[in-house]
Each structure stands twice: as C-alpha cells, then as structure tokens.
C-alpha cells in the first residue's frame, strides 16, 4: 500500500506535469494534510498569468482521479486544494479537550487548513454576529449544535445565557437540557417573536443599566421558515438586535439555505459580519452566500466542509462534530455540576 508521502509526491507531480503541457513552469511545493484534504502550494514564472493557471481547474482534477479541485489565489500565492480518498471526522470534545483557557465568547468551529484548532471570540471587534450558509447536506445544522455545545462547555450558566431557536424541530432537540437556556427550545413561530421581542427588551435594559454581562447567544436554524411565518416582526427584532446587540453582550447566530435579502432582510445581512458558508449547488449562491466573488464555496464537498469568510478573506476548515449520545453525556454532567453548585 503506497505512503501517504508516496501519494503527496504523486499528485504534486501530476499537477506540474499539467502546467507544463500548458507551456507553465511551476514548482509545488511540499502538502498540507487535513480531515478532508491536501492542500498545495503553487509558485510559478514571474510572467505567467495567474488566471491562466486557475483556468486549469478542472484538467487537474481530471489528472489527479478525483471529482473536483480547488485552486485559489491567496498572499501572492496559487493553492491547489484536493480532496482526500477517505475523509477525517475533527471530533469536538477532542479539539476542545486540546485547548487551554480561552477568552470569553470563545467559539469552537473545527480545524483550519494547517489542521490547527479554529475559534471565533463572539466579544471580538470584528465578529459580533454569525451567518451560517450552505445547502442541505452541507452540515449546517451539525456545526450549530457543535459551536453550541462548544460555548457551553467553556462557560457556566453563570456567564452565558441561550436562546435556541429550532423552527423545523429537527436540530437542537439534544440540547434541550443545557442548563445555560433562558428558556425551553423554541419551535413554534409565536413563541419565536415572542422570545425575539424578549431578547430586544433584554438589550434595551442593558443598556438603560449599562450592562453587557452575563452574554446572551441566540442561535436560529432555518431563518427562512421562521422569516416565512413570522414575516416582517422576525425581520424587525433581528434587525434592531444585530444593530445594537454587541454592546449589551447579545450576539446572534442565524442559519439559512441561501441569504438572499428577500429571507435576511437587508439590515439583517449587513450586520452579521462572519459568515460560515458550507456547499452550495453554484457560483452565484456561493457569491450570495459569502459576499465574495469566486470563493470556491460551489466546490466545497458538504459534510462539514466549510468556509469562513470574514473581512473579505476566507479560511477553509472542516466543522467539529459531536455525536447526540456525547452531547446526552456532556449535558448530564453539565447538570450535576450546576445543582452541587446551587446546593
């Protein structure tokens, strides 16, 4: 059976062997090994046209046996992203287990491209509120119950607070029991405006207080079908808590098939900064989904495979995941915890 050092030197071979035929002299150099794939770095002639070498996409792809490549620009430097024959699985409780005491608001998404732990500080300057994006199959819902569980496991109820809004009932069910929640699991649209309208009442008395602790997370599966029954209330208490939320430790995080403005609302959109951004099925959802041009997210394999876009750069990591019967373990742990305390 080839080594893994065998098949890295194989395919950076193929993929300068493809340049070549094309009249491109190019060096690869070494390979980044991830979960779900390898990553290459390109270096080419001073003359050659960069375009011209991402033109080259789909030939390399070909050459190499596997579906699809990702080839981008990125720091002065041309990237070639294949996938691996068998994916890894970036197990949460492992990551966080790795990890050391983390700021306040601290986010557990995955590993990034070096394989190295990926975190967003919701407290931070630039993140504040999350969008996260992609297709159905692309993981979406896996990695909310993940960053939640991740919050929860780095804050005391104490601390943190959460509204979990679940309209379909299909995704937070096993985090029913956290004892951070200010309130059951939301499923039904009315209650949903009405735990929203709470959320913005919330802010406002921190606000008259100047208060901003303990942090309130609320976290949306499927805006569009709360958006579709709630209609413009959802927009408006969305609207006003993105605007003015950060500064009263209130932090949103909404999930959506496609962000189009008709299902965010344009304030909406605006004012979530971070977007996590899984498969899409085109060029034009993944421009809508990430905001930028060209970002590859069409090419994304779904399970997990995702995009962070921030500040209009974007970082590509596989998502933790963490099965319901440790979430069942952590949960009851976290409870027994929480009652010695209060007893």
Do not use: C
């Not at 974007?314 to 742990?333: G, L, M, P």
């Amino acid at each position: 059976m080839p080594t893994l050092q065998s098949i890295l030197d194989q395919q950076a071979d193929i993929i300068e062997s493809v340049l070549r035929a094309h009249k491109i002299t190019a060096r690869v150099w070494g390979g980044v090994v991830t979960p779900r794939f390898v990553r290459y770095e390109l270096t080419t002639a001073a003359d050659i046209r960069i375009n011209k070498v991402l033109a080259l996409k789909d030939e390399v792809a070909m050459m190499l046996g596997v579906s699809d490549v990702r080839m981008y620009r990125k720091n002065g430097a041309v990237y070639v992203e294949a996938p691996r024959s068998r994916a890894g699985v970036v197990k949460l409780m492992a990551v966080n287990r790795s990890l050391k005491k983390l700021p306040l608001g601290s986010v557990i998404l995955g590993v990034d491209e070096e394989g190295a732990p990926l975190l967003l500080r919701l407290t931070g300057p630039d993140v504040a509120h999350i969008l996260v994006a992609g297709s159905t199959g692309s993981g979406k819902t896996v990695l909310l119950r993940s960053m939640v569980l991740s919050l929860a496991l780095r804050h005391s109820p104490r601390t943190l607070r959460m509204l979990l809004i679940d309209p379909k009932s299909r995704g937070f069910g096993p985090l029913a029991r956290l004892p951070h929640l200010i309130r059951p699991v939301v499923t039904q649209s009315e209650q949903a405006i009405s735990a929203l309208a709470d959320a913005v009442a919330e802010m406002e008395k921190r606000d008259r207080e100047n208060r901003n602790r303990p942090l309130l997370t609320i976290v949306i599966d499927e805006l569009a079908d709360l958006r579709m029954v709630g209609g413009k209330e959802v927009e408006r208490t969305l609207t006003r808590l993105t605007q003015r939320g950060r500064e009263a430790g209130v932090h949103v995080i909404v999930a959506t098939q496609r962000p189009a403005s008709t299902i965010m609302g344009g304030l909406v959109k605006a004012n979530l900064p971070v977007r996590l951004v899984g498969a899409v099925a085109s060029p034009e959802d993944a421009k809508v989904a990430t905001g930028v041009a060209r970002s590859g997210a069409e090419r994304l394999r779904g399970r997990g495979d995702f995009l962070l876009v921030t500040r209009g750069e974007t970082v590509r990591f596989q998502a933790a995941y963490v099965s319901k019967a440790e979430i069942h373990a952590v949960i009851q742990r976290m409870r027994a915890r929480t009652s010695a305390a209060a007893g």
